[in-house]
């Protein structure tokens, strides 16, 4: 099992920057892919960003935040950062913080979900 505790959400102007975290605990907290997902007022839940529990992973970014968000992972904390800047109001959304043993890019597959945070950006 895995247990996952997003932090970090807040309120920030278009442009501005915020960093989330996720904390993983548990017997696998190790060994599964980390990932952050998002889900907007009257949205669907969507991919944001995701690495592996491997030293070394190469993250793997939704086109719209590549180049303004960056995925890192402390592997020995078994923690998971997402470095937000250049924020959009379209990127106000409640951010979860997901594990699962295996990579995916689909919120359904994920096993393991945090609370999530809020991130709300104002023009």
């Known amino acids: 099992q895995v247990q996952l505790s997003e932090s970090g959400g807040g309120l920030v102007q278009a442009g501005g920057s915020l960093r989330l975290s996720c904390a993983a605990s548990g017997r696998a907290a190790s060994r599964v892919t980390m990932g952050w997902l998002r889900q907007a007022p009257g949205k669907e839940r969507e991919f944001v960003a995701l690495i592996n529990w491997w030293t070394g992973a190469t993250p793997v970014y939704a086109d719209s935040v590549k180049g303004r968000f960056t995925i890192v992972r402390e592997y020995a904390k078994n923690t998971v950062y997402l470095q937000m800047t250049r924020l959009k109001p379209d990127d106000t959304a409640v951010y979860y913080c997901?594990?699962?043993?295996?990579?995916?890019?689909?919120?359904?597959?994920?096993?393991?979900w945090g609370q999530g945070t809020q991130v709300t950006v104002s023009s």
């Open positions: 997901a594990a699962d043993p295996r990579e995916h890019t689909i919120p359904a597959s994920y096993n393991y």
